[in-house]
């Protein structure tokens, strides 16, 4: 048992919407500004907001997943970062979870297994005193007494002199020492837009540098830095077991690469899912599906991850090369995972909301479309196979591949469904009460709407690399 140090916070707020990433954002900047190194998170399995880190900061955010990772899993990825800054933006609401019966889940049980020190960003517009008992009634839950401080976002200075000696004196009637650290006047110039899948990329926001820059001097000047290190730096140690994955069978592999598609429309990648294949000992070479004419030369591998691609269908559509490049290495046996927009890619076509379609890789025989809401939405797992002996005999050389997917956990956020969803797999939802047929497994791959988290079944990863292994020295037939 290792006892890490790490100075960190999580930004968190009773609901979406409530002003966290602008808040996050700024304050990544402002302990970047002082030379403080910091680092960030993201709780739940989110990508756009870690890229907005990525954007200030530089680095990678990681995500924090009590669902993929468990306890150990979540304190580890925190303990990493070592003697740092750690700023760690919370989901949704603070106590929202995967069930309504409990914290499971939510950003206040990563808080409650790292012991991260709480800020509350709480949306103050259209209301007066009542913000009062928004905050009581949340600290009231925090069983574990984690939140340290509070934030008003969207209240004028006048409101806030009047307010925050009430307020003060009312939440000491709560618990003492809760530090109202200061106000976000209303900036409609340092909003980040949103959109139906989240907010928009950073490299879709005109002046998203100005607008971060705009947010950390708004920081500076109405919020308490010295209060808000004070609680970081108060935050206890966290204890961990150290366990390492284990890489000995593959010190005979060789130089393996894995093609990744990565640009405007193929975005969302867990940094941690590319890690562990470089881990593993497998090289990534990145490729634009927009822009370039081929894959990698030699790839012995490919991921094409979710994003963004029926924003571009047009461009995607008029790269002929790059699509006639994919299936060639496909239809050749070369091992590929495809997820959610990546596997949108692979279809036929893909018919967009105003009914315009656009022919796609066409390993997939189907078509993907425009549905006006969202689809299986949520946390899911992979629970079983779902092939008849037939089917099994049949597929006997990819079956050890298809076979070590059993067990992975993902999650799936799309508009988008298709006329083919696959039928290799049985998923289920976290309670169990749901399930259906997912996944496509054709041809040394495995794709399907469904986004998943590696680190909760490294073992499938292990079994892909040993295909990409077996292809690479002709022993696919």
């Not at 069978?249 to 867990?270: H, K, Q, R, S």
């Not at 927009?290 to 571009?312: K, V």
């Not at 070369?334 to 315009?356: R, V, W």
């Amino acid at each position: 048992m290792n006892s890490i140090v790490s100075k960190r916070i999580m930004i968190a707020a009773p609901s979406s919407q409530s002003g966290k990433t602008v808040v996050t954002c700024a304050l990544l900047e402002v302990l970047k500004r002082n030379g403080l190194n910091p680092i960030s998170f993201k709780v739940g399995p989110d990508y756009i907001d870690p890229m907005f880190h990525k954007k200030i900061l530089g680095i990678d955010s990681k995500n924090l997943d009590t669902y993929f990772s468990g306890e150990d899993g979540v304190k580890s990825i925190v303990s990493d970062s070592g003697d740092r800054y750690s700023v760690i933006e919370g989901v949704m609401g603070l106590y929202d979870g995967t069930s309504v019966e409990g914290t499971s889940g939510s950003s206040y049980e990563v808080a409650s297994v790292t012991q991260t020190p709480i800020i509350l960003v709480i949306d103050a517009s259209g209301v007066g005193r009542t913000v009062i008992s928004t905050i009581k009634g949340m600290l009231l839950d925090d069983e574990n007494h984690l939140i340290k401080g509070v934030i008003l976002n969207k209240m004028t200075e006048g409101f806030y002199i009047k307010l925050k000696p009430v307020l003060e004196l009312e939440l000491s009637k709560i618990r003492e020492n809760i530090k109202v650290l200061g106000f976000f006047p209303k900036k409609p110039d340092i909003c980040i837009e949103s959109r139906h899948l989240g907010l928009k990329l950073p490299s879709e926001i005109d002046d998203i540098k100005k607008k971060i820059a705009d947010a950390a001097d708004t920081l500076e000047k109405y919020i308490d830095m010295g209060e808000i290190l004070s609680i970081m730096e108060g935050a206890e140690h966290i204890d961990i077991c150290d366990e390492h994955i284990q890489t000995d069978f593959l010190e005979e592999n060789g130089e393996l690469i894995l093609a990744v598609a990565y640009d405007d429309a193929f975005c969302f990648y867990y940094k941690e899912n590319l890690e562990l294949f470089e881990k593993l000992g497998v090289k990534i070479k990145y490729f634009s599906p927009l822009a370039d004419t081929e894959l990698p030369d030699e790839c012995d591998g490919i991921l094409l991850g979710g994003g963004y691609p029926e924003n571009y269908l047009a461009q995607l559509s008029e790269n002929s090369s790059m699509l006639a490049s994919i299936k060639k290495a496909i239809d050749k046996g070369i091992p590929s995972l495809a997820e959610c927009g990546g596997f949108m890619y692979l279809h036929k076509e893909i018919t967009d909301q105003n009914g315009d379609s656009y022919h796609m890789v066409g390993t997939v025989d189907g078509r993907c479309f425009y549905t006006g809401h969202l689809v299986r939405f949520g946390y899911m797992s992979i629970e079983g196979l779902n092939l008849t002996l037939d089917e099994k005999n049949s597929v006997t050389e990819n079956y050890e591949l298809m076979k070590s997917l059993v067990g992975m956990k993902g999650h799936e956020f799309h508009y988008y469904d298709s006329s083919f969803n696959g039928e290799a797999y049985v998923a289920c939802k976290p309670n169990k009460e749901k399930n259906w047929k997912c996944v496509v497994a054709l041809s040394n791959g495995i794709w399907g709407f469904p986004h998943f988290y590696y680190n909760s079944n490294p073992g499938f990863i292990r079994a892909f690399i040993n295909k990409m292994k077996e292809v690479k020295n002709g022993e696919f037939k």
